[in-house]
């Protein structure tokens, strides 16, 4: 028996409906090399998605290699309760000097959607604490991702994800989202007015007195099609959230450390959320690990003599894990050290100059849209309506597999194509994953 096959005998794949896999079996990978996988066969694959966004700064790099070498001889993993350790104190040294202003307070957890978990269970016992009891309600935006948690389901709102699942949901408050592809007051996303904003302030005049939280990814709607919407949104919101008493969560788990051009999507706006859920990128894709981010102002509120019953009685196994201390600590000496934004600026801009020259005029892409790196093709079966595809048809699933066989892995959501790169992508990578894309549509359209 190969190891495809052990697999396939013992392994349950994340996201995937399994029966796909008797065509498409898995592919086995033997190691990784900056933008590159290498299949056991020893076939290349360009990493374009960066295996789910979280891989920063290349696969196997040297430099977060050595640093979690050396801390794996010296301490592996410690109980964070009543007991710290060197790296997390430094992580959270470094951190605060590139979060937005106020953001001062970290409590570790494993992964995004124990983040986003974190950060619902903190703002609902936040507002409960400070005079608030009746706000126990949360906002989110239609179309939005954040987590697959019970919790984190509840505030996300693709159907794909949550639908099954509404019964054991909590009762959420929806927000229509930002869509300035299909924009129906007829605007464009670089110079509108957020007239689409309307739709927030008519929720929060109806619900904001019962609600302790909105969660939103800023800017950027990953799991939608990569959703851009513009910064004067998150600007708006931030005023909104200040006159009603709402807090506001920041879901920068796919869009921190410099995905979409700045460290993250917050500066755009130049704005602050009172909790902020970070992870992805946070160790460079290498383990998991995830903060949620707060202000001081909310963490004072749980903070009284134990007897009051103010704590805040949440926690992970593996809060603050010195492996991940290490990684993250590395990841962050490199953008300390070396021009990786500057970098990733000007790739950003040949990777968006190469995709329109090659797919602008195509007859079934609608629209090429970024923010930094990430780029997104969305593809339509008529281009003048935007009409769709049927989804029965799954254009972007045989997009995805003709790529692969190309050496591209592309992995599309939905019909829609995109490329989230390591920030350290070359302009020669960029030409061999923009022609090993065009190539694919072209099998398939």
Same mark, same amino acid.
């Given at each position: 028996m190969n190891l495809v096959e052990k697999d396939l005998k013992y392994i349950w794949h994340p996201c995937s409906q399994m029966k796909d896999y008797e065509t498409l079996p898995p592919i086995v990978i033997d190691h990784g090399q900056g933008v590159y996988l290498y299949g056991e066969d020893g076939k290349e694959y360009i990493d374009i998605v960066s295996s789910w966004w979280c891989n920063l700064l290349g696969h196997c790099n040297p430099r977060i290699n050595e640093e979690i070498k050396a801390q794996l001889d010296r301490l592996e993993h410690v109980i964070f309760a009543n007991f710290t350790h060197e790296g997390a104190i430094?992580?959270?040294?470094?951190?605060?000097?590139?979060?937005? #202003?106020?953001?001062?307070?970290? *409590?570790?957890?494993? *992964?995004?959607?124990? #983040?986003?978990?974190?950060?619902?269970?903190? /703002?609902?016992?936040?507002?409960? &604490?400070?005079?608030?009891?009746?706000?126990? !309600?949360?906002?989110?935006?239609?179309?939005?991702?954040?987590?697959?948690? $019970?919790?984190?389901?509840? $505030?996300?709102? %693709? @159907?794909?994800?949550?639908? %099954?699942? !509404?019964?054991?949901?909590?009762?959420?408050?929806?927000? &229509?989202?930002?869509?300035?592809?299909?924009?129906? +007051?007829?605007?464009?996303?670089?110079?509108?007015?957020?007239?689409?904003?309307?739709?927030?302030?008519? /929720?929060?005049?109806?619900?904001?007195?019962?609600?302790?939280?909105?969660i939103v990814e800023p800017l950027l709607q990953g799991s939608a099609g990569m959703r851009i919407y513009p910064p004067l949104y998150l600007k708006k919101l931030r005023a909104l959230c200040n006159r009603y008493g709402v807090l506001l969560i920041a879901d920068e788990i796919a869009t921190g450390f410099g995905r979409t051009g700045k460290m993250f999507a917050c500066d755009h706006a130049g704005i602050s959320p009172d909790i902020m859920c970070i992870s992805k990128g946070l160790t460079g894709g290498y383990l998991p690990m995830a903060i949620t981010v707060t202000t001081d102002e909310?963490?004072? #509120?749980? +903070? /009284?003599?134990?007897?009051?019953?103010?704590?805040f009685m949440h926690s992970h196994t593996y809060s603050g894990n010195p492996l991940g201390c290490a990684a993250a600590l590395a990841v962050q000496k490199i953008f300390r050290t070396e021009p990786v934004l500057e970098d990733a600026? !000007?790739?950003?801009?040949?990777?968006?100059?190469? %995709? *329109?020259?090659?797919?602008?005029?195509?007859?079934? $892409?609608?629209e090429i849209r970024h923010i930094g790196l990430i780029h997104a093709v969305e593809l339509v079966r008529d281009k003048k309506t935007k009409t769709d595809f049927d989804p029965k048809l799954r254009v972007g699933y045989q997009i995805y597999q003709k790529a692969l066989k190309r050496g591209l892995l592309l992995r599309p959501l939905g019909n829609v194509l995109y490329f989230n790169p390591p920030l350290i992508i070359t302009e020669e990578q960029i030409d061999c994953a923009v022609? !090993?894309?065009?190539?694919?549509? *072209? @099998?398939?359209?």
């Open positions: 430094r992580l959270c040294e470094q951190l605060v000097k590139i979060l937005p #202003a106020g953001l001062t307070k970290f *409590n570790f957890s494993d *992964n995004g959607s124990a #983040a986003v978990e974190c950060s619902l269970k903190m /703002a609902f016992q936040y507002q409960n &604490q400070t005079g608030h009891p009746e706000k126990t !309600r949360f906002m989110c935006l239609s179309e939005g991702y954040h987590g697959e948690t $019970v919790g984190a389901l509840s $505030v996300g709102t %693709l @159907d794909l994800y949550a639908k %099954l699942y !509404r019964p054991i949901l909590l009762d959420t408050i929806r927000i &229509q989202a930002p869509d300035c592809f299909r924009c129906p +007051y007829g605007k464009c996303r670089e110079d509108c007015a957020c007239e689409c904003f309307e739709h927030a302030e008519k /929720a929060f005049e109806q619900h904001a007195a019962e609600t302790c939280a909105i909310i963490y004072n #509120a749980f +903070y /009284a003599d134990y007897s009051e019953g103010k704590a600026a !000007r790739r950003a801009k040949y990777l968006n100059q190469t %995709l *329109n020259r090659a797919l602008k005029e195509h007859p079934n $892409v609608g022609e !090993r894309c065009v190539a694919a549509m *072209n @099998d398939v359209l």
